[in-house]
């Protein structure tokens, strides 16, 4: 049988978790204008912020993680508790839905509001 050291599968799990936070932190620079300028240090944090409320709404996936920070990066920090998207917020709660679920089907209106808005705005 194989086994894993508890403190080799920390350090493991550590390395692949700062992976992850290095990738966001990438994506979230390559795709949104404003997080251009923030600090990797900003970005992390918020990158971490992303993750635990994902957590808390279900969302275990490092794909459902990262599309969950993409929202916050596209609605606000605080998408899901300042009232301003009240259906995303609404949505997160539904019980009925599997968390990565509840994201993808956010971020796909999200996009699609951007593109309708991009072509009324652009004319």
């Not at 049988?1 to 920390?10: A, C, V």
């Not at 490092?62 to 920070?69: A, D, E, K, T």
């Not at 679920?101 to 699609?112: L, P, R, T, Y």
Request: one cysteine or more; a positive charge; aromatic letters at 8%.
């Amino acid at each position: 049988m194989f086994r894993i050291k508890k403190r080799n599968r920390d350090a493991l799990i550590a390395s692949v978790e700062q992976a992850l936070e290095a990738r966001m932190i990438r994506r979230l620079r390559d795709h949104f204008e404003p997080m251009r300028s923030k600090s990797d240090e900003d970005l992390r944090a918020f990158v971490r912020l992303g993750k635990e409320r994902a957590l808390a709404y279900g969302v275990c996936s490092p794909y459902g993680i990262s599309l969950y920070v993409g929202i916050m990066a596209e609605l606000g920090a605080d998408f899901d508790t300042a009232g301003a998207h009240p259906w995303p917020a609404e949505l997160l709660q539904d019980k009925q839905m599997i968390g990565n679920d509840k994201v993808e089907f956010i971020c796909e209106h999200v996009f699609e509001m951007n593109r309708a808005t991009q072509r009324t705005g652009s004319r």
